[in-house]
């Protein structure tokens, strides 16, 4: 699997059998590839502040790769009023699939857009806040599947995170 965290309040600890040990938090997003075998392990290394977060687990393109980590940082300028490119094939964190993850945090009434290439699909996830989609109402943890579409077009009604995953 290819694996992404991206945490949304608190933090997570990851530890591995590759020797890799590293606090994720907000803003932060971590990739792992397991390909080949991996051991890991992830806790809430607070006693007191709880975590959230969003783990999206993709198929890779094949089997077998190699395990892999991967922990960058996206500073909330970069995020803040449009789509940014994350992770995918050619992105800062590189995932061995044609997928590409975007993410966005929006103030209320914000508008971002992303143009969808003919024959490809989108996956929106409300991480936070209340949006509306092409005119459709969503509000935190609501995913929306999108095939047929030539733009997405988002709308911060409160301020409001949100993940875009464009797919074949």
Same mark, same amino acid.
């Given at each position: 699997?290819?694996?992404?965290?991206?945490?949304?309040?608190?933090?997570?600890?990851?530890?591995?059998?590759?020797?890799?040990g590293a606090v994720i938090?907000?803003?932060?997003?971590q990739h792992m590839t397991?390909?080949?075998?991996?051991?890991?392990?992830?806790?809430?290394?607070?006693?007191?502040?709880?975590?959230?977060?969003?783990?999206?687990?993709?198929?890779?393109?094949?089997?077998?790769?190699?395990?892999?980590?991967?922990?960058?940082?996206?500073?909330?300028? !970069?995020?803040?009023? $449009?789509?940014?490119?994350? @992770?995918?094939?050619?992105?800062?964190?590189? /995932? *061995?699939?044609? +997928?590409?993850?975007?993410?966005?945090?929006?103030d209320q009434n914000d508008?971002?857009?992303?143009?969808?290439?003919?024959?490809?699909?989108?996956?929106?996830?409300?991480?936070?806040?209340?949006?509306?989609?092409? !005119?459709?109402?969503? $509000?935190?943890?609501?995913? @929306?599947?999108?095939?047929?579409?030539?733009? /997405? *077009?988002?709308? +911060?009604?409160?301020?409001?995170?949100?993940?875009?995953?464009?797919?074949?």
């Open positions: 699997m290819e694996i992404l965290t991206w945490i949304l309040d608190g933090a997570i600890e990851h530890r591995d059998s590759m020797g890799t938090r907000p803003g932060e997003l397991a390909g080949s075998g991996i051991l890991h392990s992830e806790f809430n290394p607070s006693p007191k502040d709880p975590t959230h977060l969003l783990q999206i687990w993709i198929v890779p393109e094949k089997k077998n790769l190699k395990p892999e980590y991967e922990q960058l940082a996206f500073p909330d300028k !970069d995020l803040r009023g $449009k789509f940014l490119h994350v @992770a995918g094939p050619k992105a800062p964190i590189t /995932i *061995r699939q044609d +997928a590409d993850l975007f993410i966005a945090r929006l508008e971002t857009k992303h143009e969808i290439k003919s024959g490809r699909h989108a996956w929106v996830q409300v991480a936070k806040g209340n949006v509306r989609l092409n !005119d459709v109402e969503l $509000k935190q943890g609501d995913g @929306a599947a999108i095939s047929k579409e030539n733009e /997405i *077009r988002v709308v +911060a009604q409160e301020p409001s995170e949100v993940l875009l995953f464009d797919l074949a």
